[in-house]
């Protein structure tokens, strides 16, 4: 609740000087008798009359203030905003091949690779958002969409072995244009995660970079990998669970220029930590516009206020005329 007129309740200390002098009224008293006694009157039972003897003054206040309340126009706000966001339209392409489980991340690569994903995702509520895994081929896991639960839920079924092994960059570059190029987004991106070289595929590396080139697509290429070895699982010969150290082959000359072809940066995570700052990184660089418009609608009260006083004053009209009658 505000009040237009503010100041108008300066008024309401008129009640003081009212109550005053309604005090020093009853005090004096009224028309006076000349009587011998007024032991039979003191011992008369007090009726109701008695105690409501005020009432009526207590209404004519009541009425003042209400007035003087409605005169500084009292309004209740609702207030509203209006978001215009002007998203950018973004596709994560992650390798899924075996080597995603390798252990120089914890738990593996591809789980932190999923988790920081997951936050990036939930950081961007206003883009459009789509999901791509390679491996020996590609395939869309989810198209572009806003809907965060979806995408997060299709996000945590990614594992490793979903389609046939490999390392096939070139196709899930191509597949992750084919989500982009009818997009009207002022902004279109693609974040390529991959721990190995291109050694399958029908598209090289850098013809799909070309082709995002001229979609207007922007690439930004992560290389996901310990420098040096990197335990991979293996089975030994009595079918357990064992481990190895592995060479961590990365092809960053290819990534570097797919990023620097389509105006995008290319990164090396070595480490969880090391990935997300990427991610914070990426988050930054490629900021969506929302504008917020706030507005408020006021409305009128005082009606409430008015009809409340008017209701006062014909209380008090009724009371003195009906219940507290005097002889004048």
């Known amino acids: 609740m505000q009040f237009a007129h503010p100041h108008i309740l300066w008024l309401l200390t008129v009640l003081v000087p009212m109550t005053a002098y309604y005090v020093y009224r009853t005090m004096q008293g009224g028309a006076a008798v ?15 009359r008695y105690y409501l003897r005020h009432v009526p003054f207590a209404l004519r206040c009541i009425a003042v203030a209400l007035i003087i309340i409605a005169l500084a126009r009292p309004q209740s706000a609702e207030h509203n905003s209006r978001t215009d966001a002007e998203g950018i339209d973004i596709v994560m392409a992650v390798d899924v091949s075996t080597s995603m489980l390798a252990r120089d991340f914890k738990p593996d690569r591809i789980t932190a690779a999923k ?9 961007r509520p206003t883009d459009r958002i789509g ?6 081929e590609s395939l869309t896991q989810s198209p572009l ?3 965060q639960g979806t995408l997060q839920t299709l996000l945590s079924r990614i594992r490793s072995g979903i389609i046939e092994d490999g390392t096939a960059i070139g ?10 190029r009818e997009s009207d987004a002022r902004s279109k991106v693609i974040i390529l995660l991959t721990d190995g070289v291109n050694n ?21 290429t992560i290389g996901v990998g310990k420098r040096g070895k990197a335990p991979y699982p293996a089975v030994d010969m009595f079918g ?7 060479e961590v082959e990365i092809d960053e000359k290819i990534l570097q220029t797919i990023a620097d072809e389509t105006g995008g940066k290319y990164f090396r995570a070595t480490d969880k930590q090391k990935l997300k700052e990427i991610y914070d990184e990426i988050d930054t660089l490629e900021k969506s516009k929302v504008e917020v418009t706030q507005f408020t609608v006021l409305h009128e009260e005082y009606l409430v206020f008015v009809l409340w006083a008017l209701a006062a004053l ?3 009209f009724l009371m003195k005329t009906l219940i507290l009658k005097r002889i004048p």
């Open 240 to 246: 357990n669970q064992t481990f190895i150290e592995v």
């Open 34 to 48: 000349d009587v011998s006694t007024v032991d039979t009157v003191r011992r008369a039972p007090r009726t109701a």
């Open 131 to 136: 999901l791509v895994v390679f491996a020996g």
């Open 314 to 316: 014909a209380l008090e």
């Open 200 to 220: 399958r595929g029908q598209i090289s590396p850098l013809t799909a970079a070309q082709i995002a080139k001229d979609y207007g697509i922007r690439v930004y």
């Open 171 to 180: 196709n899930g570059l191509a597949t992750s244009i084919n989500r982009l």
């Open 145 to 147: 969409t806003t809907d």
């Open 115 to 123: 988790e920081v994903a997951a936050s990036f995702i939930a950081d």
